[in-house]
């Protein structure tokens, strides 16, 4: 089975534009969480989609958005960009995110730097 | 690649009790070890992690430890409480990459 991928892979931006970054999961996946790491944050849960619906949020402004496509790809988008977002954005896909035991996969990231 | 250890794979202690869990790497380019705790139908959560210029770090009634030249890090939970019975996974970051470990399932009884 091929991993998560995302794309891009690199991406540099300027304060107050907006990005949008992809993520597709393992096949049959239908949850996809997606997470933000910095150096001095770690890694920090945005939010997760599953069935086209986001199911769970962490704490971060509205600036960040998400979606869910019916193939369970998903996309991440950040508006009105600002340098503190500058980090690498992970998406990880499991099967069901309902089970006691499920594992996460990871893809690549993809790694943002605002100007 | 990194190979990431856990012990034990399941826990249990009475409540106000400690629980330690262990995990080991291979990579000594790994760079950042998060735990993260998966409860019961829910999605796995990051409860805390240590960067590799770090030797401890502590969080209310977690810690960790990290020895990079033993190629290991250990999770310290104290005064345990019925809510953290869980999952919890420890990991190991080498460039972009998150390798976890097996898991422990921990049992706090009341």
């Known amino acids: 089975k091929a991993g998560v991928t995302q794309t891009p892979r690199y991406l540099i931006k300027t304060r107050g534009q907006q990005v949008t970054l992809s993520c597709s999961p393992i096949?049959?996946?239908?949850?996809v969480s997606w997470y933000q790491q910095t150096p001095g944050q770690g890694l920090q849960f945005l939010f997760e989609?599953?069935?086209?619906?986001?199911?769970n949020k962490g704490n971060f402004p509205g600036r960040f958005s998400g979606r869910q496509f019916s193939n369970s790809r998903s996309e991440m988008n950040v508006s009105t960009l600002e340098l503190g977002d500058s980090a690498l954005y992970l998406c990880?896909?499991?099967?069901?995110?309902?089970?006691?035991?499920?594992?996460?996969?990871f893809g690549p990231g993809t790694r943002l730097t605002v100007l | 690649g990194e190979n990431v250890e856990q012990h034990p794979s399941t826990l249990s202690v009475q409540e106000g009790d400690s629980a330690v869990i262990k995990c080991t790497y291979s990579d000594s380019a790994s760079n950042y070890f998060p735990w993260y705790k998966q409860e019961l139908g829910k999605r796995p959560q990051l409860i805390i992690d240590i960067r590799s210029n770090v030797g401890e770090k502590k969080d209310q009634r977690i810690a960790v430890t990290l020895n990079k030249t033993a190629k290991h890090f250990s999770l310290h939970i104290t005064e345990t409480q019925p809510e953290d019975s869980a999952v919890y996974f420890c990991a190991a970051i080498t460039g972009n990459q998150f390798y976890f470990g097996t898991g422990t399932s921990l049992t706090v009884i009341p």
């Open positions: 990880a896909s499991s099967l069901d995110g309902s089970l006691e035991i499920d594992e996460q996969f």
């Open positions: 989609y599953f069935s086209e619906t986001q199911r």
């Open positions: 096949s049959g996946h239908r949850s």
